[in-house]
């Protein structure tokens, strides 16, 4: 009785808290994101007030946090809109691999560690934060923006791209083999096509299966599908979020526009305590002596980021505002990131100061992100822009005067 009562008390103050938070957030105009961050950091592992009752309960409602911003994502597309987006987008997934994932290994190497760490770190900084950056094109309004499309084509070709290199990873930290390693990407390439399929092919039949009519029943039953999809594709080592994404394009009409209404209190409330949930886990203490590491290949990588972006909206023909947008928003990482960090520890045989590398590493993103999205909607933001725009254009009459 004693520990349900420090649990009620310790969920309903943090709770109470993220309330004030985001409050004061839509105040100064700035994203909730960082506070909930630095709440977790003062009262969780290390911090001025340790709140250990809670951080089960946390961990779960974490989980069910970026399953709820990905499916909610998932809603505002149908099944053919991914399948022409995934296929627009694949030289722009390409690049984005290529300028994220080679900057991670190379700082990997050049710190003195082995190959494995090296893997290790091109995951981590490679992978944008689904779940961060889904909270920030709503809270900014962004959803039906024209570039939009784009930076989800790039999340869900990053998200099926992990649903192959964590099983391969795995494979690799454990040193199953070769034949170890092939079983595991089989499954994950199967399991991921299976979904796929199911969603673009029968999703009027799993649609009709709701009903729109009945609130009750359609937010029990789009929740419980949800919930269900994403932890079997979790454990045959696909990700969660593919799954739930899927499971949002699955579903169509009427019950897609209902359910978005239903869901959207529950992603807003589960969303804060994904967001809690990753500071309460970090320890403050380990941060400082990787600290310089870290931003200089948050730095990097946010510059590479960010012209992932800008390069793969430009190709599609987004106007330089939309371009910016683009690039800008996908600067976090975040859930991916922490998973991979995870997997290296757990195995016991990378480098040690890999996981506090990380763990600084994604908070800077996760921080700073959220911030540098907004720039490109700032007064001397848009100025400069049209600065740039008159420059051009007076470039290129100068050239046809020539």
Known sequence: MHETTTLLIEVGALLFLLGLLGRLSRRIGLSPIPLYLLAGLVFGHGGLLEFKASEEFFAIG?????????????????????????????????????????????????????????????????????????????????????????????????????????????????????????????????????????????????????????????????????????GVAAKLQVSAAVGAFLVGIALSGPVAHHATQLLTPLRDLFAAVFFLFFGLVTDPRDIPPVLLPALALALVTMATKTLTGYLAARRVGIAEPGRWRAGLTL??????????????????????????????????????????????????????LRRRAAAERARQAAVATD
């Not at 040690?352 to 590398?357: H, I, K, N, T």
């Open 331 to 384: 600067v976090p990482r975040g859930e991916f990131s922490i998973v991979i960090a995870g997997l290296a520890v757990t195995a016991g045989s990378v480098e040690p100061r890999l996981a506090a590398l990380a763990t600084a590493y994604v908070l800077i993103t996760v921080v700073t992100g959220p911030m540098l999205a907004r720039v490109p909607d700032l007064g001397w933001f848009k100025g400069w």
């Open 62 to 230: 974490a989980e069910i946090g970026v399953i709820l911003l990905l499916v909610m994502l998932g809603l505002e597309y149908s099944a053919g809109e991914l399948v022409g987006n995934l296929r627009a987008a694949a030289p722009a997934g390409l690049i984005d691999g290529v300028l994220n994932a080679l900057p991670g290994a190379a700082f990997a190497l050049l710190l003195g560690w082995d190959w494995v760490a090296a893997l290790v770190l091109a995951g981590i900084t490679w992978v944008s934060s689904s779940g961060v950056i889904a909270k920030v094109m709503a809270d900014l309004g962004r959803l039906g923006n024209r570039e939009t499309p784009v930076v989800l084509s790039i999340l869900v070709i990053e998200d099926l791209a992990m649903a192959l290199y964590l099983p391969l990873l795995t494979a690799v930290l454990a040193d199953t083999g070769l034949i170890g390693g092939g079983i595991a990407l089989a499954v994950a390439v199967a399991t991921v096509l299976v979904v796929l399929v199911v969603a673009i092919r029968y999703g009027n039949v799993i649609s009709s299966v709701m009903s729109a009519r009945d609130p009750e029943a359609l937010l029990l039953g789009v929740l419980g599908m949800t919930l269900l999809v994403a």
